[in-house]
Nanobody
Framework: QVHVVESGGGSVQAGGSLRLSCAAS????????MGWFRQAPGKERERVAI????????FYASSVKGRFTISRGNDENTVTLQMTSLQPEDSAMYYC??????????????WGQGTQVTVSS
């Protein structure tokens, strides 16, 4: 059974930083990509960042480019999201998505339960 687990959320003041981690397990196929998405109350889930395991590459939403950095973790099938210069509009539940097969990395096959990020002004 595939598991996707996020960690590292919390509360921070505007201008601060947080680091999120995501670990996937329970499968033997290759990881195509892992990424982060977020959803604020009353809003749709939106893309944040993607790390492509096969072939390499990172992609960011325009709203976070230059402030957030996604990277591969030291452990197998893990990614981290370093978030800097956080603003109140970054407050949301952050979800990690896992893509195991062909297709868009922005359309994960599996999701974690989410970790809350709250930025106060």
């Amino acid at each position: 059974q595939v598991h996707v687990v996020e960690s590292g959320g919390g509360s921070v003041q505007a201008g601060g930083s947080l680091r999120l981690s995501c670990a996937a397990s329970g499968y033997t196929s290759s990881t195509r990509c892992m990424g982060w998405f977020r959803q604020a109350p009353g809003k749709e889930r939106e893309r944040v960042a993607i790390f492509v395991f096969i072939g390499g590459g990172t992609f960011y939403a325009s709203s976070v480019k230059g402030r957030f950095t996604i990277s591969r973790g030291n452990d197998e099938n893990t990614v981290t999201l370093q978030m800097t210069s956080l603003q109140p509009e970054d407050s949301a539940m952050y979800y990690c998505g896992l893509k195991l097969e062909d297709g868009s990395c922005w359309d994960p096959n599996f999701w974690g339960q989410g970790t809350q990020v709250t930025v106060s002004s």
